[in-house]
C-alpha cells in the first residue's frame, strides 16, 4: 500500500517538476536570444550594418557566416581568432581540419536553448565534426539556393520581399522599411541528430531559417539528397530531399512555438498557430505589410 502511495505520489509530482524545468529552459533561451539580439545590434553599432548572412566569397554556403562575425560581441573573440579564412574566396571552408581542430570545432553556449538536445557527433563525422546550435539567422520569406542572390526571387507562390540578412550586402537597419519591430532578426531550430544537417549553423545554408512553412511546421523542412543529412527518424524534424532551394522553418521543443528576437531587439513567443501570411510579413524587411502586434 505504501509503494503504491509513493508511486501516485511520484506520477503526480514528475509533470509538475518538468513543466518548471521547461518553463527555466525557456527562460534561459529566451535570454540567449536577447544576448544575439543585442549583439547583432553591437556589431551595427561598429560598422553602421548588420553582420552578413554569409560572407561574400565562394563558394557562398561555406566561407563563413553571420554566427563567425559577431563572436567578439558575445565575448569569443578567441573563437573568431581561430576560424581560418573568413570571407575568403577559395579558402579554407567550415570544414577544413583546420576549423575543425578550430572555431567549427567549439560549442558555444551562449547559442544553445537547454530545451533541445545537442547534437555531439554531427557532420561531418570523420573523428571531428563541426558543432551544432539552435539560433538561426532571418533569411526571409522563400527558399535559399545558394547562388549570388542567395534568396530565391519566388518561391512555392510567394515573392521574396527583402531580409535582415543575406549573401554579403550587410544591410543598414534603416534599410528595414517595415519597421524594427515588425521585422525578425533570428529564430530557433532543432539541432539534427546523427548527421543530419540541421543546426549546423556555421554551414551556410543552414544557419538561417525562412518563414515560407510555419513555426514547427508538419511540412517538411527541404535539405540535401541524401538521407543521412535529411535524417526523417526520430526526434528530428519532417525533412525532404530539395529539388530546388533549402527550406529550413523555425523549430523548437517548447511547448506551442518559438521564441524569436524581433529587430528592435525585443523577444517574442510566436505560437505555432500563427497565420501563414502574418508569419511571412513578419521575415520581410520590405514587404510593406501591416503586423498585428
Known amino acids: 500500500m505504501v509503494i503504491a502511495i509513493i508511486a501516485i505520489l511520484i506520477g503526480l509530482l514528475l509533470p509538475a517538476v518538468q513543466k518548471v524545468r521547461e518553463a527555466a529552459a525557456r527562460m534561459k533561451c529566451q535570454n540567449n536570444l536577447k544576448q544575439l539580439g543585442l549583439a547583432m545590434h553591437n556589431f551595427h553599432e561598429t560598422s553602421g550594418k548588420l553582420p552578413p548572412g554569409v560572407a561574400d566569397a565562394t563558394p557562398y554556403w561555406g566561407q563563413g557566416t553571420w554566427q563567425v562575425a559577431i563572436l567578439p560581441h558575445i565575448e569569443q573573440d578567441a573563437i573568431q581568432n581561430i576560424y581560418f579564412d573568413y570571407g575568403i574566396s577559395g579558402g579554407r571552408t567550415y570544414y577544413h581540419a583546420d576549423n575543425l581542430n578550430g572555431a567549427t570545432g567549439k560549442q558555444i553556449k551562449t547559442l544553445l536553448c537547454p530545451s533541445d538536445n545537442p547534437n555531439t557527433g554531427g557532420w561531418p563525422a570523420n573523428g571531428q565534426s563541426a558543432t551544432y546550435h539552435n539560433y538561426a539567422a532571418n533569411f526571409g520569406n522563400t527558399s535559399i539556393d545558394e547562388s549570388a542572390n542567395w534568396q530565391t ?9 527583402g531580409a535582415p540578412f543575406t ?9 528595414i522599411t517595415d519597421g524594427t519591430s515588425s521585422t ?5 531550430l532543432i539541432q539534427g541528430q546523427r548527421r543530419d ?3 549546423l549553423t556555421w554551414w551556410g545554408s543552414g544557419s538561417g531559417f525562412v518563414t515560407s512553412i510555419r513555426p514547427n511546421d508538419t511540412s517538411p523542412d527541404l535539405s540535401w539528397g541524401d538521407a543521412s543529412w535529411c535524417d526523417t527518424n526520430p526526434p528530428n524534424p519532417p525533412c525532404a530531399f530539395r529539388t530546388n532551394g533549402y527550406v529550413f522553418g523555425s523549430r523548437s521543443r517548447h511547448t506551442g512555438g518559438v521564441n524569436s528576437v ?9 505560437s505555432n498557430s500563427i497565420q501563414p501570411s502574418a508569419w511571412q510579413a513578419l521575415s520581410t524587411s520590405q514587404g510593406g505589410e501591416v503586423v498585428a502586434n
Open 197 to 199: 544537417l540541421r543546426g
Open 184 to 188: 525578425l532578426l533570428a529564430s530557433e
Open 262 to 270: 524581433m529587430g528592435d531587439g525585443s523577444v517574442r513567443f510566436i
Open 167 to 175: 549573401r554579403g550586402r550587410p544591410i543598414p537597419l534603416t534599410h
Open 153 to 161: 526571387t519566388t518561391y512555392n507562390g510567394l515573392t521574396f520581399l
